[in-house]
């Protein structure tokens, strides 16, 4: 079990797991790119820089005008609650699987959360996967209350030592028809099982996941943690449910993913080698030809309240939508035919974007404070307006997020754009784990969120 975990999934479809990061046909073309940009510089130095700088402009006014379209699709979209069963017996085995890896001070919250949900006892099936040598988190759950029908799992010695390989695990001993993943610092609406149970009984065939909103709770934290949480209120309140809502790709969130556990097998569950395993499989959903919904319970989450924390887990999301992202490059026709065309170019407007705005974000920030300072430099009339309208259409998506805390969150947006720079210095960190240490999980401590 422990290597069918492991190494399942990248033997069953090798060309589709982020066990290794780039081929050799992608090295061959970054290569070939920057030979021929050094013999264009050369040749041509400020035709090049033009050329850059107006394919710039169009790129990320492409990026700008979807992101507004999905944020103002977002915002006129009904949030509502589908309603559940009335009757139990319709309600089948539910498994939820949560990874577990030194959390002993979140056990006693979790327990509480798990045993809060509102579905029949006897239909819980849950698993709580830890590693091997975790006896602080072992003892710390065998002290609390759990479901009937929980089932600790203690995980072989193995690399990856990664999220993805417990969940891995814990689906091989799943008895449910559906399948949920938390985190042990979640608290997820009680209604949240019911409500995703309804969902996919009465959602098309093609349904095979769908993603719960996660809200960060920032009240007793910290301007960082304030644009966190209003970087989640963008994600899953405006964009996720547009994209949905159009059939687009989604690339889920980490946690309150609500799967069919037919199709979960079908597409090979996750890839125990990329760091956002997430990411990676509601994309992978969508080149299956699945679609990937949105329901209105939503999980509350703590957002990280110091630098540090925060470095880390932006620096592994950004390493994992970099390995997301280079498998699907591996074959971009391929990918671009199972996804449809729309789907493709969603894909590269989204996971794509996320990318490029770590890379240039600081880059950009730099130069325009340069520019402020240094008498004769100036942005011209472009760099001007790029700089504005982005600043602009920034501050305006923020404010249109669902507000959970309304003076702070519209503080928060109001100084996102100092927020962005941070992104770069994150993904400088991303690249070089990349390169040097791919499947390394950088992990986040919890804090239980605020009610």
Request: proline share 8%.
């Amino acid at each position: 079990m422990a290597e069918r975990a492991a190494l399942g999934f990248a033997q069953a479809f090798p060309g589709q797991s982020a066990m290794s990061a780039l081929t050799q046909p992608q090295v061959q073309v970054f290569r070939r790119g920057a030979i021929a940009a050094g013999i264009c510089g050369l040749l041509g130095p400020g035709l090049l820089v033009q050329t850059l700088m107006l394919a710039g402009l169009g790129l990320f006014g492409l990026i700008l005008a979807f992101r507004v379209w999905l944020v103002a699709t977002g915002c006129f979209l009904p949030s509502r609650r589908s309603p559940v069963p009335a009757v139990d017996v319709l309600l089948p085995i539910y498994t939820i699987l949560i990874a577990l890896k030194d959390e002993a001070g979140s056990a006693g919250q979790l327990s509480r959360a798990m045993r809060g949900l509102d579905y029949p006892a006897d239909r819980l099936d849950l698993k709580l996967l830890i590693e091997t040598g975790d006896e602080a988190t072992r003892t710390a759950l065998l002290a609390e209350a759990w479901p009937e029908g929980t089932e600790l799992l203690v995980l072989p010695p193995g690399l990856p030592r990664t999220k993805p390989r417990a969940l891995n695990y814990g689906l091989e001993r799943a008895r449910g028809a559906y399948v949920v993943v938390y985190d042990a610092e979640d608290r997820p609406d009680p209604d949240q099982l019911r409500t995703a149970a309804r969902a996919f009984a009465v959602g098309p065939a093609p349904l095979a996941c769908v993603q719960a909103p996660l809200i960060g709770v920032p009240e007793h934290g910290n301007w960082l943690s304030r644009q966190w949480a209003l970087e989640y209120a963008i994600q899953f309140g405006r964009v996720l449910p547009a994209l949905a809502h159009y059939g687009l790709p989604i690339a889920l969130g980490g946690t309150s993913n609500h799967f069919k556990r037919s199709k979960l097998v079908e597409a090979g569950g996750w890839d125990a080698w990329n760091v956002t395993e997430d990411a990676d499989l509601g994309l992978r959903l969508a080149r299956c030809g699945a679609r990937v919904g949105v329901i209105s319970p939503p999980t509350l989450e703590a957002p990280p309240k110091h630098a540090s924390v925060w470095l880390a887990q932006r620096s592994r999301w950004l390493k994992g939508f970099l390995q997301t992202w280079l498998v699907l490059m591996r074959t971009p026709l391929s990918a671009a035919r199972e996804m449809g065309w729309g789907g493709f170019l969603s894909m590269q407007l989204t996971l794509g974007a996320a990318i490029l705005s770590a890379l240039v974000h600081g880059p950009w920030a730099l130069w325009c404070l340069i520019c402020v300072i240094v008498p004769g430099l100036h942005l011209g009339t472009l760099g001007t307006c790029l700089m504005v309208v982005s600043y602009i259409i920034g501050i305006a998506t923020g404010l249109a997020a669902p507000r959970r805390d309304g003076a702070g969150a519209i503080a928060a947006a109001l100084t996102s754009p100092v927020y962005w720079p941070l992104q770069s210095i994150a993904m400088a960190r991303a690249l070089y784990g990349l390169w040097h240490q791919p499947h390394f999980w950088a992990k986040t401590p919890h804090d239980a969120p605020v009610v």
